[in-house]
Nanobody, 125 residues
Framework: QVQLQESGGGLVQVGGSLRLSCSASGDTFGTYTVAWFRQAPGKEREFVAAIRSIGGTTVYSDSVKGRYIISRDNAKNTLYLQMNTLKPEDTAVYSC??????????????????WGQGTQVTVSS
């Protein structure tokens, strides 16, 4: 019952920045944990970052920690991912997802019910 739509992807040079957005509609956005995943061609989808509904607890993968910032604006029903100091290995389709995982399972893909179609991020080397 939640519809998600990503935007903000594009082409950026090594060391540059992008901000992705994920707009939600349908069910109450503020009750869900929301997350970003990414998938490069020929590779498995991997967890990037998540933010919980209560208290705004954030979790990051080791590969992006210190470079990315996840945030949400519940009044706007929007999730954001600020990506800084981009590397070629950040190139992937980035998807947002919503679910209600317990904290210990927040990195687990199967815990998320709803998914957007994804937005392409390409970092030139």
């Amino acid at each position: 019952q939640v519809q998600l739509q990503e935007s903000g992807g594009g082409l950026v040079q090594v060391g540059g920045s992008l901000r992705l957005s994920c707009s939600a509609s349908g069910d109450t956005f503020g009750t869900y944990t929301v997350a970003w995943f990414r998938q490069a061609p020929g590779k498995e989808r991997e967890f990037v970052a998540a933010i919980r509904s209560i208290g705004g607890t954030t979790v990051y993968s080791d590969s992006v920690k210190g470079r990315y910032i996840i945030s949400r604006d519940n009044a706007k029903n929007t999730l954001y991912l600020q990506m800084n100091t981009l590397k070629p290995e950040d190139t992937a389709v980035y998807s947002c997802a919503a679910g209600k995982p317990i904290l210990s399972s927040i990195r687990t893909e199967s815990m998320y019910y709803y998914w957007g179609q994804g937005t392409q991020v390409t970092v030139s080397s």
